[in-house]
């Protein structure tokens, strides 16, 4: 399967709650864990993708570090607001281990996903990269 929220394939990070010029949002679709989006320490921290077009989303996959607690939302507009929730997940503290944490969102139709990290293990968080699956 593909993974539509590469930037290659038009996704975009249209909205980053903090930005470290160091490590920018858009590290975050670029396919490559070794890039990464860090948060500038306070919570919630949230960042918002939007698709090439509206598209089916199964599951959200997101590796990342420090992040205790994470929501998503979807919609279905074509400006990033009104949404409504997808799922939760409470991540495992993995000690300098990169996370890896797949969320299911049951084939649902978005335009736009908003992670909402909620908590950290740490005062800082990064996200590394998030894969979608139709």
């Known amino acids: 399967m593909s993974d539509i929220s590469l930037s290659s394939l038009g996704a975009k ?3 980053a709650a903090s930005s470290d010029e160091n490590h920018p949002p858009e590290n975050i679709i670029d396919g490559n864990t070794n890039t990464f989006w860090m948060s500038t320490g306070m919570f919630p921290q949230e ?4 698709f090439a077009e509206p598209t089916m989303v199964s599951v959200v996959t997101v590796d990342s570090y420090n992040v205790k607690h994470l929501k998503i939302e979807k919609n ?18 993995t000690e300098g281990h990169l996370q890896s ?3 299911s969102l049951s084939g649902s ?3 736009h ?17 998030v894969s979608v699956q139709p």
Not at 47 to 50: A, D, E, P, V
Not at 76 to 92: L, Y
């Open 76 to 93: 279905t507009t074509q400006s990033a607001s009104q949404f409504e929730f997808g799922t939760e997940k409470e991540f495992e503290n």
């Open 13 to 15: 990070v249209v909205v």
């Open 109 to 111: 139709s978005a335009t």
């Open 47 to 50: 960042f918002i993708i939007r």
């Open 113 to 129: 996903l908003r992670f909402i990290i909620t908590r950290g293990y740490d005062h800082f968080v990064s996200v590394h990269r």
């Open 101 to 103: 944490n797949a969320l």
